[in-house]
Nanobody, 119 residues
Framework: QVQLVESGGGKVQPGGSLTLSCATS????????MSWFRQAPGKERELVAR????????FYADSVKGRFTISSDNAKNTVYLQMNSLKPEDTALYYC????????????WGQGTQVTVSS
């Protein structure tokens, strides 16, 4: 049974920081890329960052490049997203998932964690 449990979201002022965590189980963690996605109200879910096993190669969307850092702890089957210099446009529900599929291709999602950036 695949489980994806996101946590760490909250409300922060512009320029602030948050660290998100995604605890996983039910699949071979070190065989898959892990990704963070986000979805703002009225917008499509988009890929934010991706990390490839063994956890040394990463990808970032242009909108977050230089501000966000994805990392993984293979011993804990957990992926993280360190978010710095947050902007109001980063406000969204953040999700994690495994593999390299586009957002529309995934059949299962966790509950996500809400990030709100507002003054």
């Amino acid at each position: 049974q695949v489980q994806l449990v996101e946590s760490g979201g909250g409300k922060v002022q512009p320029g602030g920081s948050l660290t998100l965590s995604c605890a996983t189980s039910g699949f071979r963690f070190n065989s898959y890329a892990m990704s963070w996605f986000r979805q703002a109200p009225g917008k499509e879910r988009e890929l934010v960052a991706r990390i490839f096993p063994p956890g040394t190669t990463t990808f970032y969307a242009d909108s977050v490049k230089g501000r966000f850092t994805i990392s993984s702890d293979n011993a804990k089957n957990t992926v993280y997203l360190q978010m710095n210099s947050l902007k109001p446009e980063d406000t969204a529900l953040y999700y994690c998932n495994y593999g390299i599929q586009s957002p529309r291709a995934y059949r299962y999602w966790g509950q996500g964690t809400q990030v709100t950036v507002s003054s």
